[in-house]
């Protein structure tokens, strides 16, 4: 039998980004996954669909598991031979009780791995512009826990300590506590003007920041309506907040955009701007069931005037088959090559192949269109054309071809299918997680978000903004009684990225 083992791995506070290259690795192997409140569902992307999930978190005080149940998950699991992934938010052995139970994984004699994960203790006061150490205002900090009780006769605290001998605290899970938490630090020598800042949800887009003295900040979390989690930072370096809070003022923060597609480059300009990009492909691009059409068109390449393609997976895979029964861009002489948007082009030139025909319109009518200007008097008498394509696409092309007389197959080069993975899950998160634009670059990334989601998908998408590419995906979205906010004029992920810009920079203005 297998040797099961457990990694504990850190997540991070939040932002996917903070995700360790080594905890990303592990997950990718995980076939077991115990996982806390806190993560972020981006995770679930990495995950193979057939693992085993395992929800141990805890919220507004109700926890899903006890500590010794978690334990025991984790030991009857990897004695069963799995790869068990314990995915704890911020780091496992900062306050996440990574050290409880990697002592119980000991005692059983089972293998295990810490993954050290990037602390909220570090990251939200960071992503807040409060440094903890600053050669002007701190050479010391320390991290505390804020969820002591505080009805307990002797504290584990030794608050004297802490109000006197550092230059910076920090408390994580202490809102609840937080006038206790406050009075006890000035009723030990902590100055009650000492610029003290709470963060929540640090590192997220939603994250929101307060600032006060020791004295007031109490008051100030209860009137802003600060709940957990949120970490709370005392010390003079909190002053360099105003200068230095650089997350907060990216133009799209507080943006969570859904994308229903694999995450590409084109879409890293909302990151760089400060969204956070929800990545949720709702199409998987796999291979045909079978090459009978698109062979039969390959063996009879030479009698084609006209190559079509629509998209970059229908070239990618043309030239895959094309290479697979050994042949080769040569076998392309003579023939010209249109492309459907300017990505598509690049591809196609970056694989050596001249592009003849880039149409103003990327769609089904801007092709007629360019191709009408090719001969006279819209006669396609005489032309052959091939038109490698997707599964289930639109026939106006076709049908369009042959009524001007002219010759067109219309082989299935890919299909674009529906993932299952994740749906359910997936599912409460977007209910959970506020999405403020949903992205769609097809009907069909519309149609199966809607099948997967399920009935819920209409009310998640009610109140949310709605970028697509092209009017087919707009008048899909706006048949389900939904309102399309952001279309842009070139058919392009690229040019809906820029649209979704002016769009947030003009609204928030």
């Not at 459907?340 to 001249?354: D, F, L, Q, S």
């Not at 992205?439 to 009610?462: C, P, Q, R, V, Y």
Request: hydrophobic content about 40%.
């Amino acid at each position: 039998m297998k040797k099961g083992k457990v990694y504990l791995i850190g997540a991070g506070p939040g932002d996917i980004g903070l995700l360790t290259i080594k905890g990303l690795r592990c997950l990718q192997k995980a076939e077991v996954v115990v996982y806390d409140f806190h993560l972020n569902a981006q995770m679930l992307n990495y995950i193979s669909h057939e693992a085993e999930f395992i929800y141990a978190g805890k919220r507004g005080g109700h926890h899903a598991m006890t500590q010794d149940e978690i334990n025991q998950a984790l030991i009857e699991k990897a004695k069963e031979g799995k790869i068990v992934c314990r995915l704890k938010g911020g780091d496992p052995f900062v306050f996440g009780r990574g050290g409880e139970e990697a002592e119980v994984l000991v005692n059983e004699g089972i293998e295990f791995e810490i993954i050290p994960g990037v602390s909220s203790s570090i990251a939200a006061p960071a992503y807040a512009g409060i440094p903890l150490t600053h050669r002007k205002y701190s050479s010391s900090f320390a991290v505390i826990t804020g969820n002591e009780d505080i009805t307990k006769p002797e504290s584990s605290i030794d608050w004297t300590k802490f109000a006197n001998s550092f230059d910076t605290l920090v408390f994580l899970m202490g809102v609840k506590n937080i006038s206790a938490i406050t009075s006890r630090l000035i009723d030990h020598g902590k100055s009650p003007d000492t610029p003290t800042a709470v963060v929540r949800w640090g590192t997220r887009p939603d994250q929101k920041t307060v600032v006060s003295n020791l004295k007031d900040i109490a008051g100030l979390v209860k009137e802003e309506n600060i709940k957990p989690p949120a970490v709370m930072v005392v010390g003079n370096v909190v002053k360099l907040r105003d200068k230095l809070k650089w997350y907060e003022n990216k133009p799209l923060f507080g943006q969570r955009i859904l994308i229903t597609r694999e995450y590409t480059k084109d879409y890293e300009p909302l990151e760089d701007l400060g969204a956070e990009v929800f990545e949720f492909p709702t199409i998987e691009i796999v291979p045909p069931e079978s090459y009978k059409e698109l062979d039969e068109s390959i063996d009879k390449i030479e009698t084609y005037n006209w190559i079509i393609f629509t998209s970059i997976n229908g070239f990618k895979y043309f030239m895959q088959r094309l290479l697979d029964k050994n042949r080769d861009i040569r076998d392309l002489r003579g023939i010209k090559i249109c492309a459907i948007g300017t990505k598509t082009a690049e591809a196609i030139r970056n694989y050596g192949v001249k592009v003849d025909i880039i149409p103003e319109e990327f769609n089904a009518e801007g092709l007629i269109k360019a191709f009408s200007l090719q001969t006279s008097d819209f006669n396609l008498k005489g032309l052959k054309i091939l038109l490698p394509r997707a599964e289930v696409a639109r026939e106006v092309f076709p049908e369009k071809v042959r009524e001007l007389g002219g010759e067109i197959d219309t082989p299935t080069a890919y299909r674009a299918i529906k993932p299952e993975k994740h749906g359910k899950r997936l599912k409460r998160f977007l209910k959970e997680g506020r999405i403020s634009i949903a992205t769609f670059t097809s009907a069909a990334t519309f149609n199966n978000f809607i099948e997967i989601i399920g009935e819920d998908a209409i009310e998640i998408l009610k109140d949310v903004t709605i970028a697509v590419i092209g009017p087919v995906t707009a008048k899909a979205i706006e048949k389900a009684g939904l309102k399309v906010s952001i279309m842009p004029k070139e058919a392009t992920i690229r040019a809906m990225v820029d649209k979704i810009i002016q769009w947030v920079t003009k609204t928030s203005s």
